[in-house]
């Protein structure tokens, strides 16, 4: 008999099946609906909320973070362009005074070379003008001797 | 001879007794109904505790119930797919909380102390008609997730991927509620078992690590039952391509 029993049969047995089975499942499809209303929602509006707030956070920040990597770039362009300006000023100043000099220089050397030549000239004029007058003065004493020669004679 | 003393052994133990409960024309297995609602209702309780005040910084409770929920998103997740976890999502965590509860439910509390005029109380899901009826829910969920998720086309999956597999697809869908239910009934059954006989027999220490692997079992058995839920919907849903 408790063999019999053991094994199952009619009345109950380990594998007694019977209304228990249909009322078990109504019972979980039940505490389905009720979990789900007092735990399963609830938890995750609250998990989910703070998820997207922080997935937020994160996308805010990395924006905010592309933007000063971007006026960084911005700004070192800009930099960079300044620099390549203040250079191309200075190389323009040098070659301008540069210019300035040589303009000087020549002007200078021009200047010279005129009051130079000028000098020159004079001189010549005046070496001229003085062989001339030596001359006309050898002419006069020649003719004075050539008269002085004829008169004592 | 030894037979019979080994099975009147088991009788002291009171193995396929119940408590029945007759209403009208049908027989209810009481002492299932108690444990259950007893362990059922330590659970609502617990969850609202855990939910009475939910702030933005968990404490306390909440912080318990948000990592469990989390467990069984995961778990939602990886089976069924990121498309239609969230449908399924308080389904599988209701199976995973109910066979999870009832096993540790049954294996830590002393229930043989309360005296029943038949039978006695122990975990819910150690009675075949507590898993049947999970496996059979189980076996209408993923039918109505494949349906209402693809229509007709769900029966693609069972000429999937050649029409050879047809007569083991079906076989399949007897297969799984059968396993899913008899895995965690002879499981949780025999760990009773085992933990009653070392009790009936050495009463002091020795049954401690078997009562201790008991846990673990009832653990991953409620881990196994959710995941296998969880996975079957997950086939049904699943597009192929």
């Not at chain 1, 973070?65 to 190389?91: F, G, M, N, P, Y």
């Not at chain 2, 404490?59 to 969230?86: C, H, M, P, S």
């Not at chain 2, 049954?106 to 229930?111: E, N, T």
Request: aromatic share 12%.
């Amino acid at each position: 008999m408790l063999a019999f029993n053991f094994f199952g049969a009619t009345e109950g047995g380990l594998f007694d099946i019977n209304a228990t089975l249909p009322l078990m499942a109504i019972q979980v499809v039940a505490l389905t609906y009720i979990l789900n209303s007092l735990f399963f929602k609830p938890v995750g509006n609250v998990v989910e909320k703070r998820e997207k707030f922080v997935s937020n956070n994160i996308i805010e920040a990395k924006n905010k973070l592309s933007e000063v990597k971007k006026l960084e770039a911005d700004l070192l362009t800009q930099l960079q362009s300044a620099r390549t300006e203040a250079q191309r000023i200075v190389s323009e100043a040098e070659g301008e005074s540069e210019k300035l000099y040589k303009e000087a220089l020549e002007l200078a050397n021009n200047e010279a070379n005129a009051s130079k030549e000028k000098a020159r000239l004079e001189i010549e004029s005046q070496t001229s003008a003085a062989r001339d007058q030596l001359s006309k003065q050898a002419d006069d004493l020649s003719e004075l001797i050539v008269n002085r020669l004829i008169l004592e004679k | 001879m030894f037979f019979n003393s080994l099975l009147t052994n088991f009788a002291a133990l009171e193995v396929g007794q119940h408590l029945y409960w007759q209403i009208g024309n049908i027989r209810l297995h009481g002492q299932v109904f108690l444990t259950s609602w007893i362990l059922l209702g330590a659970l609502l309780v617990f969850i609202s505790l855990g939910t009475k005040k939910m702030e933005n910084d968990p404490k306390g409770l909440q912080n318990l119930l948000e990592f469990l929920w989390d467990y069984i998103r995961d778990l939602a997740r990886t089976q069924i797919g990121e498309k239609v976890y969230r449908d399924w999502m308080p389904f599988i965590g209701t199976l995973f909380l109910f066979v999870f509860v009832s096993n540790w439910g049954g294996a830590l509390i002393p229930w043989r102390l309360i005296k029943l005029p038949s039978g006695e109380l122990g975990a819910p899901t150690a009675d075949i008609n507590t898993t049947i009826a999970l496996a059979l829910l189980v076996s209408l969920s993923y039918f109505y997730a494949g349906l209402s998720n693809k229509g007709w086309r769900y029966f693609e999956y069972y000429v999937h991927p050649t029409p050879i597999m047809l007569p083991f697809k079906i076989l399949e869908d007897f297969t799984k509620p059968l396993s899913l239910s008899f895995r965690l009934f002879g499981n949780i059954l025999a760990d009773e078992l085992v933990v009653g006989v070392l009790v009936f027999l050495v009463p002091l220490i020795l049954p401690i690590p078997v009562m201790f692997l008991g846990l673990f079992t009832s653990a991953i058995q409620a881990l196994i039952f959710a995941t296998l839920a969880a996975y079957y919907i997950g086939e049904a849903v699943e597009e192929h391509h």
